[in-house]
């Protein structure tokens, strides 16, 4: 399976600022995915970002305050700007690893405090 | 819309204590159901899945068998370890082909 590095693991940022989080695989997958975990709920699903084209947002999310990039198959990143403590929040990047069967493994996240 | 609902936690156990872990469901149509794991520092990662009515999904000690008529995927262990402590989430695939999951269900095993 998959193995996902993720950073930063934990920050604590500035209402107003950006913070940019970075996800690498160490195999070579078509999606990525980007999740955001609130305390005490569950796992909600940002946007899928595939090489070469536009990520696709869920509803309720929007590039403008989420952009994503993702420049090559083992690589991408999620940035989350104008920072408010609503945005505080554990966010995972997740890979599929058996194409079809929506078996994901997942990296340990990244745990932003916005104060 | 599809949804999954867990047993709130934490849930706190001694070792060798059996383990119930409720999780219900609604979705239309026949879902695929899981249980993930996310252990402490650590990335979430699939413990056990069913495809189908009856099918039971087993891995390290745990089992959960999808029962249709009542909706449910509840895992189960016999005896638990400390190093089962961990926070549990279910989940299923819908029609759509999206994880819809559960809020998770934090484990502590004492020992």
């Known amino acids: 399976s998959a193995v996902i590095s993720q950073k930063p693991s934990r920050d604590i940022c500035q209402r107003g600022t950006s913070l940019t989080i970075q996800c690498q695989v160490d195999?070579?997958?078509?999606?990525m995915f980007w999740y955001r975990q609130q305390p005490g709920q569950s796992l909600t699903l940002i946007a899928t970002a595939n090489q070469g084209s536009e990520a696709t947002y869920e509803s309720g999310f929007v590039i403008d305050k989420f952009p994503i990039s993702r420049p090559n198959l083992t690589f991408s990143t999620l940035t989350v700007s104008n920072m408010s403590p609503e945005d505080s929040s554990i966010y995972l990047c997740s890979v599929e690893v058996d194409s079809g069967a929506n078996v994901l493994t997942f990296g340990a996240g990244s745990r932003l405090t916005v104060l | 819309g599809d949804s999954v609902t867990q047993m709130e936690g934490p849930v706190t156990l001694s070792e060798e204590a059996f383990l119930t872990i409720n999780c219900t469901y609604t979705a239309t149509g026949y879902p695929s159901l899981f249980w993930y794991v996310q252990y402490p520092g650590e990335g979430l990662q699939l413990l056990l899945k069913?495809?189908?009515a009856d099918d039971k999904g087993s891995n390290k000690g745990f089992e959960a068998t999808y029962r249709k008529e009542t909706t449910s995927f509840h895992l189960e262990k016999g005896s638990v370890q400390v190093s089962d402590s961990a926070v549990y989430f279910c989940a299923l695939k819908d029609s759509n082909y999206q994880l819809i999951w559960g809020a998770g269900t934090k484990l502590i095993i004492k020992p």
């Open positions: 069913a495809t189908k």
């Open positions: 195999s070579q997958v078509t999606m």
